[in-house]
């Protein structure tokens, strides 16, 4: 009589211990897959954050180095459109001088992005580097020339758009 009290005890702890492995299991594998979840849905959206920074930097970066006298109200609402900050209120400062400036010389640049990479982002933030070439024709140089730029590019996250709020021309 004992043995089969043994016996039945044991099969209930044994059908105990499987019940108990199985939540535990299951618990484990759902945080898993939740955890799995959350670091994927984390990389799209950094790839996501970066392939805009770069877009938004390249489109800039185009606009700065794409100016045409004929039309130049428009090129430089495009360049003040994309701009932020420092940057936006010297451009618009600019604007007169530059109209005149360009307008005297027929000053005609299309710009092409070569190369642009990402130094350092954040959500709020980011530096990129930009090298452009532009061809260049004015009255000095009316054949045209082709000019390489390489600029560095400060970037903030406002209203849903990444904005240039610096340019600065580096080696």
Not at 12 to 20: C, E, M, N, P, Y
Not at 36 to 57: F, P
Not at 126 to 154: I, M
Request: hydrophobic share 40%; aromatic share 8%.
């Amino acid at each position: 009589m004992a043995a089969r009290w043994t016996d039945g005890v044991s099969r209930a702890l044994t059908g105990r211990a499987w019940s108990v492995g199985l939540v535990v299991a299951t618990v484990l594998t759902i945080a898993l897959t939740i955890w799995l979840s959350v670091e994927r849905y984390d990389q799209r959206e950094a790839e996501q954050r970066r392939q805009d920074i770069l877009a938004a930097g390249r489109q800039s970066a185009l606009n700065f180095t794409s100016l045409d006298y004929r039309h130049y109200d428009r090129d430089s609402a495009n360049v003040l459109e994309d701009a932020t900050g420092d940057f936006k209120k010297q451009f618009a400062a600019q604007t007169g001088q530059l109209t005149r400036l360009v307008a005297e010389n027929k000053s005609v640049s299309e710009g092409q992005v070569l190369e642009a990479g990402i130094v350092r982002s954040d959500e709020h933030s980011a530096r990129v580097l930009v090298v452009a070439d532009s061809k260049v024709t004015n009255t000095a140089a009316p054949e045209g020339e082709t000019r390489t730029y390489r600029l560095q590019l400060d970037l903030v996250h406002r209203g849903g758009r990444w904005l240039t709020s610096d340019v600065e021309f580096v080696g």
